[in-house]
């Protein structure tokens, strides 16, 4: 069964911290993905990462940084975190290459709170 | 470069059809339906392609029309399991494989 696990659930923080929200997924996809998710707005990319070491921005990259040191593993890093940035976030994966189009399998989501 | 999509929201009763339509201002090579039940993660329905190509769910119809950058879905005979916010996502001609989702329609199915 294909699964992607993101390391919180739930997560509260305080203005100013540094988060790390992890992504993890367990099929070889080349492609991941970043997204968060508000009311009445819909999933928004923020960055997207087709390789290792390799990141793309999405349409709302600003306040926010990935790193991808592995190939089942995607991190989005909130580096000042502040109020606005309270949503949930969802990562996903999917298979890769240039010209093909396939399935993206989604995580349960972090609901991060900003304080 | 967010797709538009109609309607909102749809309240349907069981055995009823509701169609969602999802329209962009870019052109497209593949157009995504994916459905998410409230508080679970999107799951993938249906993948149109440029060119007629369909992947996906047996029992969901949906339509792609190029020349106008629109989709469609059909759900007809709707069931209990159906509600849930449904989204489109489309990929331009880049080929880059990212998606652009649009805002979601809520359909809520009652007896």
């Known amino acids: 069964d294909v699964k992607v696990t993101q390391s919180s659930r739930y997560l509260v923080k305080r203005t100013g911290e540094k988060v790390f929200l992890e992504c993890v997924q367990d099929?070889?996809?080349?492609?991941m993905f970043w997204y968060r998710q508000d009311p009445g707005l819909g999933l928004r990319l923020i960055y997207f990462s087709y390789d290792v070491k390799m990141k793309e921005k999405g349409d709302i990259p600003e306040g926010y940084s990935v790193s991808r040191e592995k190939k089942e593993r995607f991190s989005l890093i909130l580096e000042s975190a502040s109020t606005n940035q309270t949503s949930m976030y969802l990562c996903?994966?999917?298979?890769?290459?240039?010209?093909?189009?396939?399935?993206?399998?989604f995580g349960p989501g972090t609901r991060l709170t900003v304080l | 470069q967010q797709p538009v999509q109609s309607p909102q929201a749809v309240i349907l009763r069981e055995g009823e059809d509701a169609v969602i339509n999802c329209s962009s201002s870019?052109?497209?090579?593949?157009v995504h339906w994916y459905r998410q039940k409230h508080g679970e993660a999107p799951v993938f329905l249906m993948i149109l392609l440029k060119g007629g190509e369909q992947k996906g769910h047996e029992k969901i119809s949906a339509s792609f029309n190029e020349k106008k950058q629109q989709s469609s879905l059909y759900l007809t005979a709707s069931q209990l399991s159906y509600s849930g916010t449904y989204f489109c996502?489309?990929?331009?001609?880049?080929?880059?494989?990212?998606?652009?989702f649009g805002t979601g329609t809520r359909l809520t199915v009652i007896p």
């Open positions: 996502g489309t990929e331009g001609l880049s080929g880059a494989n990212n998606l652009f």
């Open positions: 099929m070889d996809h080349e492609n």
């Open positions: 996903a994966s999917s298979l890769g290459g240039a010209g093909a189009v396939y399935e993206q399998f």
């Open positions: 870019k052109a497209l090579y593949s």
